[in-house]
């Protein structure tokens, strides 16, 4: 009676859990799923797991029926029976190492020919693109184009993407699940990966995580992957080259605190074309960052910004020891993103926040509580920084220097 009793008991929870299972599998959502790969190296690890799963049911099933039966057949014995003594079995011995051996060896050829195959050089002619990961953002160089951008990288469909994977500090780990691959990305030692996007698949966007963790904000370290048609690609790349200039354009004012990063200003490279960017509109949800601003950051409602005040304020700040900007000489920094073309990328902070004037903002004032952990330091004026436990006073930037920045950034697609 008590054994039934506990199962009633239990029987409420297990069709609770039942229930949760079954409406998460009948989902259709799964923007993060390894098992729709859009790529040959995701299709090889998918098709190496299908094989392990399969193998690894089967001898499962085996084993829990021989074990049931074992139970069902020798579940009474009489108190005063002794079993037969025996000093073992030479057959079943050799019987029971013969069967793993045999099983091993069906999982063991298809996975080393996998690690093969994925640890193989990339084919001649592959795009190459060197990736750092730092504490936390990702730095993306294209050397054969001199193009440096950070936590969001552009590959054309149908050609095989080689990326070489290195460290600035700690083990992270590269990892794009439905393009496939997860490769760590360790101090002084380079890894590499490649794969071809599907030439056949429309431009898409897609989600990148870090998959080691590297400290405070690991879980804030992410990344987007624009895969785009060649010729999308190529427009990219034009772009993305030509360095973040003024031109002669009048400079109007632009409300830091506005909704949207929507450039009120031309720039030498915007009069020659942009080049192609991913259009906003079409990111899928599931890959805008819907973060809110953390408590204790505000910012002057109203204020607007002028671009030319904002490229001299950040000219002259702290900004330029640790940010590059092509085609602004006093900005040669390296050890943060390069922020030539920061208005073209839909988001900041390594993914965290969508890319708008509001929230670069805020960024801009306190990045140390925007985001825990970050390297960069406290501008604003009279700002508490949580790191150095003080509140920042001399040389601290106000809310107009800040919104004139945000104003100069703003424009440099």
Known sequence: MKGTDRLRRLAPLAMTVLLALAAGACSGNHPNTTFSPHTELGRDIDALWNRLLLLGTIVFVLVEAALVVVILRYRHVDDDTRPPQTHGSTKLEILWTLIPAIILVFIAIPTVRTIFKTQANSPHGSLNVEVTGHQWWWEFKYPEYGITTANEVYIPTGRTVNFTLRSADVIHSFWTPQLGGKRDVVTNRTNFLWYTPDSAMEASVWNGFCAEYCGTSHANMKFRVFTVKPDQFASWVAGQKRPAVFGATPTPAQPASAASSTPQMMTAAAAEGEGFIFPREKIPEWAVPHAGPPAGVTFTAGLTGNAHRGMEVFSGSACIGCHAIAGNPAAMGTTAPNLTHIASRSSIAAGLYPNTAAYLALWIKNARVMK??????????????????????????TDQQIADIVAYLSVLK
């Open 372 to 397: 825990p952990g970050v390297i960069m330091p406290t501008l604003g004026k009279d700002q508490y920084d949580p790191v150095l436990k003080t509140t920042v006073t001399t040389g601290g930037l």
